[in-house]
């Protein structure tokens, strides 16, 4: 996904890469994700329990009459918001109303969600099946794989990941169906410019 920023895990061992992406190794992924539109409570619920999402894979310029959306179904997903904001628009217009008077318009919200699936597209089919429009998505982790500081276009070389350490993380909820553990740190600034720039190979010796 060519619009998807963050965290890109690289490696030539086929074997690995593969056990990386299996759904049944059930790996932690994370995101940050920027949302416009309505977030209620009712959704949030909706993407935690899991969700089945009708989704259009039809070949660009059949016509629609002969295109069959197929249905998937999603396993419910760790879900926390970081921030909400008023989208510029809206605060301008409110700006102007007195105090208590609402105006049209949405909002933007940060979110953290944390899957284990990894299906095609998953999260922007699902938000946007929820009337919710991701303007960015960002990869902070995978596994045991962490993005933190590291700059756009910068590449690291790290010490392989033991498979078996990361399949540990147990699972998303508690058995009250609670999310388990906190929300990742974040440290990846929202002001960091993230035009393409050149790679750069950085090998740390231990």
């Given at each position: 996904?060519?619009?998807?920023?963050?965290?890109?895990?690289?490696?030539?061992?086929?074997?690995?890469?593969?056990?990386?992406?299996?759904?049944?190794?059930?790996?932690?992924?994370?995101?940050?994700?920027?949302?416009?539109?309505?977030?209620?409570?009712?959704?949030?619920?909706?993407?935690?329990?899991?969700?089945?999402?009708?989704?259009?894979?039809?070949?660009?310029?059949?016509?629609?009459?002969?295109?069959?959306?197929?249905?998937?179904?999603?396993?419910?997903?760790?879900?926390?918001?970081?921030?909400?904001?008023l989208?510029?628009?809206?605060?301008?217009?409110?700006?102007?109303?007195?105090?208590?008077?609402r105006?049209?318009?949405?909002?933007?919200?940060?979110?953290?969600?944390?899957?284990?699936?990894?299906?095609?597209?998953?999260?922007?089919?699902?938000?946007?099946?929820?009337?919710?429009?991701?303007t960015?998505?960002?990869?902070?982790?995978?596994?045991?794989?962490?993005?933190?500081?590291?700059?756009?276009?910068?590449?690291?070389e790290?010490?392989?990941?033991?498979?078996?350490?990361?399949?540990?993380?147990?699972?998303?909820?508690?058995?009250?169906?609670?999310?388990?553990?906190?929300?990742?740190?974040?440290?990846?600034?929202?002001?960091?410019?993230?035009?393409?720039?050149?790679?750069?190979?950085?090998?740390?010796?231990?």
């Amino acid at each position: 996904d060519m619009m998807t920023e963050g965290l890109m895990v690289f490696t030539n061992d086929g074997k690995y890469a593969r056990a990386l992406e299996l759904p049944s190794n059930k790996l932690w992924r994370t995101y940050r994700i920027r949302v416009h539109g309505r977030l209620t409570v009712g959704k949030l619920r909706a993407m935690r329990k899991g969700m089945t999402v009708r989704v259009n894979d039809g070949i660009a310029g059949e016509e629609p009459s002969k295109v069959t959306g197929k249905v998937v179904k999603y396993k419910g997903m760790k879900v926390n918001i970081e921030r909400k904001a008023l989208s510029k628009s809206l605060s301008q217009r409110r700006g102007t109303k007195s105090r208590g008077q609402r105006g049209g318009g949405g909002t933007n919200t940060w979110l953290q969600i944390t899957c284990t699936e990894g299906k095609n597209r998953q999260l922007r089919r699902i938000l946007g099946s929820l009337g919710l429009d991701v303007t960015r998505l960002i990869r902070i982790s995978y596994g045991d794989y962490d993005l933190n500081t590291i700059p756009p276009g910068l590449a690291v070389e790290v010490p392989v990941k033991k498979l078996a350490t990361m399949k540990k993380q147990g699972p998303l909820f508690t058995n009250e169906g609670e999310i388990a553990g906190k929300p990742r740190s974040n440290k990846y600034l929202d002001g960091v410019d993230t035009h393409s720039t050149r790679v750069e190979w950085v090998t740390y010796y231990s």
